[in-house]
């Protein structure tokens, strides 16, 4: 009580409230406006604090939608009381409440991780058999934190091009006891005592740039639409090592092993809700022509969280 006192006597001794419309009241402290309302057609009421707005709607059925940016809570009062829902809008449900038309918006931006495996394997010249690879230990794992959307269409928002900056990292686990090395600029295994050997593996970061073509197709009135991509892909080498471990005692080597440093190929994606699928397959060798065997790395996973 003595609080709610304190602030009515801080309002009317620095600030003021001012009725602008029939529909609309402002409350000012120190000249600046600190409480916008504006009471619509009945239905939605808009409430401005500082720079943030939040939107108020009375539906049907004794409901009261509150809208805060992209999140909503939806307040029903029913027979056996109060329920709450709260959920974060998409695109169109956003427009739906704010009246401004959608943009297309596609998916790149999220974390991902896939099984790294190789293509075209040719070790012509070399020891064979030494990139093999344990299938389920080798693991990708991306970090795609930048998007650009373009919109193809006018008046609808199912088909745009996609591109942005991501930051892969690969691993590749032997399946063979030995590691590798770059020997007077070829790479070539190193074999390993195999007592007590935990694990071997070869590890790389790209950063990676996609372009990709994206089709959507809203089903069964979702907002949440399925959608198919694809594209060309590209990766600029940040890094590479290997590590050995035995045990508790475990060893790293930093060396470019002749892994191309840069490297460009296809990728698809598909996806519904919860569901997101992606593969990629790239066309540039593993290793730099004539410094290791000829290989063509390829991922399939899954997106674990988009954003």
């Known amino acids: 009580m003595k609080k709610s006192i304190l602030i009515l006597f801080f309002v009317l001794v620095s600030g003021q409230m001012v009725l ?3 529909d609309t009241v402002q409350v000012k402290v120190l ?9 619509g057609n009945g239905q939605n009421t808009d409430v ?14 004794d409901t009261i939608k509150i809208r805060v940016g992209r999140r909503a809570l939806m307040i029903t009062d029913g027979r056996h009381g109060s329920a709450i829902r709260f959920e974060r809008l998409d695109d169109l449900e956003l427009s739906r409440w704010t009246g401004h038309k959608p943009k297309f918006k596609g998916h790149w931006t999220g974390f991902e991780m896939g099984v790294n495996s190789f293509a075209n394997v040719n070790y ?11 299938h389920n230990k080798s693991f990708e794992v991306g970090i ?11 008046n609808l928002t199912n088909i745009g091009l996609v591109t942005g900056l991501g930051l892969t990292l690969n691993d590749y686990r032997f399946s063979n006891k030995n590691t590798i090395e770059n020997y007077n600029g ?8 195999p007592n007590g050997l935990s694990k071997s593996k070869l590890s790389t970061s ?3 740039v996609p372009v990709m073509m994206e089709f959507q197709l809203p089903i069964s009135g979702h907002c949440k639409p399925f959608y198919v991509s694809g ?13 050995v471990k035995y045990h508790a005692d475990k060893s790293k080597s930093h060396d470019d092993f002749n892994i191309n440093p840069f490297r460009y190929g296809t990728t698809a994606r598909i996806g519904y809700r919860g569901i997101n699928l992606y593969g990629t397959y790239y066309f540039s060798d593993f290793f730099r022509s004539g410094r290791g065997p000829v290989m063509n790395p390829f991922t399939a996973g899954i997106v674990l969280m988009n954003w």
């Open 186 to 193: 070829v790479v070539r295994p190193v074999d390993l005592d």
């Open 20 to 22: 602008k419309a029939q």
């Open 48 to 61: 401005t604090v500082g720079n943030d707005r939040v939107r108020i709607k009375e539906g049907t059925a």
């Open 231 to 243: 594209g060309v892909i590209g990766g600029l080498k940040l890094g590479s090592h290997t590590k």
């Open 206 to 208: 790209f950063l990676t």
């Open 124 to 134: 012509s010249g070399y020891t064979p058999n030494f990139m093999d690879l344990n």
């Open 144 to 154: 795609n934190f930048l998007q650009y959307d373009f919109g193809l269409q006018r």
């Open 31 to 39: 000249g600046k406006k600190l409480v916008t309302v504006v009471d």
